[in-house]
């Protein structure tokens, strides 16, 4: 059993910034990426930010030079620190991992429950 628990998602003001945290815990072995997707109403839902283990990152084009991705291996957690925002960054933010399990061999996707960012114009 895993989860992956997401916080510090909220409302804020154009050109404002929140911090988003995301934990994995349960019978895990190891963490190849983490990372963060968002969906905003009726759209699909769409990549953010991922990081690898060995801290290579990748962005969206999107929101490179604005949102930062970073990981604390030993607490198994992922943040993601947004500044500037905009409105268009509306979205709930879903926390993502690929990771195995202690008795498995197979890389599996997990998924957090969702944090809703709201940026007002």
């Known amino acids: 059993q895993v989860q992956l628990v997401e916080s510090g998602g909220g409302l804020v003001q154009a050109g404002g910034s929140l911090r988003l945290s995301c934990t994995a815990s349960?019978?895990?072995?190891?963490?190849?990426?983490m990372g963060w997707y968002r969906q905003a109403p009726g759209q699909r839902r769409e990549l953010v930010a991922v990081?690898?283990?060995?801290?290579?990152?990748n962005y969206a084009d999107s929101v490179k030079d604005r949102l930062t991705i970073s990981r604390d291996n030993a607490k198994n957690t992922v943040y993601l620190q947004m500044n500037s925002l905009k409105p268009e960054d509306t979205a709930v933010y879903y926390c993502?991992?690929?990771?195995?399990?202690?008795?498995?061999?197979?890389?599996?996707?997990?998924w957090g429950q969702g944090t809703q960012v709201t940026v007002s114009s």
């Open positions: 993502n991992a690929v990771l195995r399990l202690n008795y498995l061999a197979v890389w599996s996707t997990y």
């Open positions: 349960g019978s895990i072995s190891s963490i190849k990426s």
């Open positions: 990081i690898s283990r060995d801290g290579s990152t």
